[in-house]
């Protein structure tokens, strides 16, 4: 068949060829708008010296677009009804390995080892389900895997988030958890039209790449996620409250955390979304604790 998979007409003819019916608790919603394809793979600009990991291929509309420009794509697909269908779409790429595993529970660095060839560069380029957006982004980030580039379609509420500069009222601990370590971009914006079924919300097609402005890195990144997560605990409650609240009211405690914050030149009266990234570093590893 000459129509790419992303087009309406084709995803439409596999539908039925296959009597598939779409789950959505595994938030399938497809892609059927080949310009749509075409901005992520522009985004994530692929040439063959790129392997790439693709988290739910679906029926296959994105890998197709990938298999055409990366060296090799080695996709995860949780719904084993669609192995078949896609070892029959995809029939025509021979760089497209499909491997039917939660992405959640599958260990990526083992799979890479056993499916690339070490001799190239990864991105991750999928469009994500959305239910478990956020899961599947720490767990890329927590794996020790050397993306040079994720890009992903997620929603875009999210996408906001995790764009979001200190005193935007969606910056929060998701924000400083993925921006610590990636410089986050959204290239675009796309309706819910362009899905079949259609999702409930907008989506946002976002662009995660490696900070070079990087100066300071967490001592502890445990007890820097701690101190993040604690301090937007109760947003609309002073830094202070909130640091209180996660280490203790004692008075050594008290003398502690006056001491981390005159050395790192934060006001206590502070609220957390107006710290930078390099604020909570420096907080962090002023703290200690
Ligand atoms: N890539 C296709 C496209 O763009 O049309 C499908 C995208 S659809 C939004 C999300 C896909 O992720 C579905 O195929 C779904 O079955 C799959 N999926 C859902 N949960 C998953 C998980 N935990 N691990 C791997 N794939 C998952």
Sequence with gaps: ??????????????????????????GQNFLTEPAILNEIITTADLTTTDDVIEIGPGIGSLTEQLAQRAHEVLALEIDQR????????????????????????SDLATLVRDHLDGKHQIKVVANLPYYITTPILLRLLDSDLDFTQIVVMMQREVAERLAA??????????????????QVDIA???????????????????SLTKRTDC???????????????????KRRK?????LLALYG???STREHL????????????????????????????????
């Excluded at 675009?188 to 946002?204: C, E, G, L, R, Y």
């Excluded at 100066?215 to 605990?233: M, P, Q």
């Excluded at 002073?238 to 909130?242: A, E, I, K, V, Y």
């Excluded at 005159?262 to 604020?279: N, Y």
């Design 1 to 26: 068949d000459e129509r790419p998979i992303g087009t309406r007409s084709r995803t439409r003819e596999i539908l039925d060829t296959y009597g598939l019916s779409f789950k959505k608790s595994l």
């Design 82 to 105: 669609l192995i078949p269908i896609l070892a029959d779409t995809l029939a025509a790429y021979k760089n497209v390995t499909v491997i039917n595993q939660d992405v959640l529970k």
């Design 165 to 182: 500069d200190s005193g935007n009222k969606v910056y929060g601990s998701l924000t400083v958890a993925v921006q610590y370590r990636m």
């Design 188 to 206: 675009h914006i796309v309706p819910k039209t362009v899905f079949v079924p259609q999702p409930n919300v907008d989506s946002a097609i976002v």
């Design 215 to 233: 100066t300071e890195s967490a001592n502890d990144f445990k007890a820097f996620s701690r101190l993040v997560k604690g301090s937007f605990a």
């Design 238 to 242: 002073s830094l202070w409250n909130n």
């Design 249 to 251: 009211k004692d008075e």
């Design 258 to 289: 006056t001491a981390a914050l005159t050395a790192v030149d934060i006001s206590p009266g502070k609220r957390a979304e107006q710290l930078s990234i390099t604020d909570f570093v420096r907080l962090a590893n002023a703290i200690n604790l």
